[in-house]
């Protein structure tokens, strides 16, 4: 009987997929092997090489292709009697709106990143249909079941913020690796071949040798009568040497701190090695242009020495002069650009060479600049495989399944726990307190209603911050702001007008004491912000000028700069998190094991293709206990992990999303 039910509500079930990727691939070929004969995909995203040592869906004659679309066609391949349908489109596109996911009976996710999660989430609160939630980096994967009302949602708990650093750390004081990458890849990167009205640190004329009285044009413009090699030198020297010189003056920045050295090229590098670095053959190919190619070096986990990255960046910058220099001027950084890797990866290990930070390695520097950890191909199977017995135990829509606890969250460890690498644990309630799927608590903002702009509301809070599209702001019965393609010209050009003007100017004026109600259609949500005028914010702090509270934020960062750069986690109600370092490695932290207080969060860490736990075995306890993981995934730009000891009451609970 068990096995009829199970027959008819596969067979019977419409269900959506969303994301065709890592997990994707596995889920599609899994549910397609498992009886179900409807299975709608929405996928963006075009197939790429990097995704080919684990989406098996794919070729490399599919590279550039629709994901979505290429796996449906691979699919009817082995089940050609069953209705696949394809969306080459965003989730978040305004005709996948709450109508049509009510006509599903289960959404599967298997997306990279918080923004989608939290609008499907919010879709399928809307929409009433139950979600499964998923995700995977490295070895560790989760699976999670969302039902409005009676588990949490995905924004029951804190996601982590995405990791900034000050400025000031990246262009003057940079102490770790990552600092480097940073100032290669957003600032040198963006001012030699990006948008060359982008003002920032680096752009200081030189007064060394290469800069003379007549030409006092920036110095990082190339001349049309200047050859490859003058360039590349001047370039060189000015940002590793006469820069750090420049820094160098202030003397009291240097009291407490390691003090930087000059690099030349002169000091790494003869002449007749730079007139040896490259006959550049011109070709239309990009995908050949590599600087290590043109030099020799063939593994991408050699640490290069100063001489190497030196020739390798003085290579890199010819390259694209030569091969690429239509693109100048509208490049940005590109993790699956090989030569863009390689340009930031030497830039960034000559800076660390000059801050006596150590050298990485092109594949380690990628990881960082692109945060990526390595997914496996095995995990996304083996999660893939629970979504499905989760999405099945859902489509029987059998109330004693909640009652009796049925329904698992599940967890892939890298090591046994209990003799045990997948640890189920119950589902948590629904926080009272979610400004999502609770009752609707209004929120509160502090901010300036005499400097704050309505964009720098909309843009910082309702979008960045409450993760909505296409908003409606009223204050009291005046709507002060609306996005949607329906909208007369005149009202376009009015809601245009009111985001330059400061909240207290406004045609209903915003000052403390007003409350302000957000609503997006699309998504039928909506939310109360009780305004609270607030005159000075601390700049490092509080960046954005303005803090909001009553929703599930991030805890705060600590001052030691210990946090995760991925972009989305959540809270365990038995176990604290601390902060995370935004490293190449993993690195661990001890933790306190103390029990809870009564109605204290703690909050657990996310993954990139979703998120996991990791336990050890009994024998190996000590050496997992006590401690916190950060991960990012490969084209999955997410999360982080936190790893904890279960202890030997296996009531205590332990949960990601």
Known sequence: MASLQHSQAIKGAKVLMVGAGGIGCELLKTLALSGFQDIHIIDMDTIE?????????????????????VARDAVLRFRPHISITP???????SNFNVDFFKQFNVVLNGLDNLDARRHVNRLCLAAEVPLVESGTTGFLGQVTVQVKGKTECYECQPKPAPKTYPVCTITSTPSKFVHCIVWAKELLFAKLFGDKNQVNDLNVRSNDAFSSSENTNDVFEWRDDEDFEHYGRRIYDHVFGYNIELALSDEETWKKRNKPRPIYVRDVLPDQMTQQNGNVDITDDLSSASAMAS??????????????????????????????KKEIGNLSFDKDDQLAVEFVTAAANIRAASFNIPSHSLFEAKGIAGNIVHAVATT?????????????????????????????????????????????VEPFEPNKSCFVCSSQTPLSLEINTHRSKLRDFVEKIVKAKLGMNS???????????????????????????NLEKVLSELPSPVIG????????????????????????????????GMVLSGWTQALPEKKDDKTSIGNGASTSKSLPTEPMDAQKDIEVKEIS????????????????????LDQSNEADETRNDKKIQKLDDDDDDDDLVMLDHWGKDTSKKQRLQ
């Not at 908003?471 to 007008?497: F, R």
């Open 593 to 612: 094991d103390g029990t809870a207080s009564p109605g204290k969060k703690r909050k657990l860490p996310e993954f990139s293709e979703g998120c996991t």
């Open 513 to 544: 004491g007003k409350m302000l109600t957000v609503e997006d259609l699309q998504q039928e949500f909506t939310c109360n912000i009780y305004i609270k005028h607030r005159e000075e914010f601390d700049e490092e702090k509080e960046p954005d």
């Open 87 to 93: 969306y080459h489109a965003n989730a978040k596109d």
């Open 380 to 424: 996304n199977a083996i999660v893939a495989g629970l979504i499905v017995i989760e999405a099945i135990k859902v489509l029987k829509k059998d109330n004693d399944c909640y009652r009796e606890k049925l329904m698992r969250m599940t967890y892939c460890l890298e090591h046994p726990s209990k003799k045990m690498l997948l640890m189920p």
């Open 295 to 324: 030099l020799g070096l063939k593994n991408p986990q050699d640490i290069w020495c100063l001489m190497e990255n030196t020739r390798v960046f003085l290579e890199a910058l010819k390259l694209f002069f030569t091969n690429r």
């Open 471 to 497: 908003p409606l702001i009223m204050c009291g019965s005046a709507l002060l702001y609306e996005v949607g393609d329906d909208l007369e010209e005149d009202m376009i050009a009015n809601y245009t007008a």
């Open 49 to 69: 090489v990097s995704n080919l040592n684990r989406q098996f869906l794919f070729r490399q004659s599919h590279v550039g292709q629709s994901k979505a679309k």
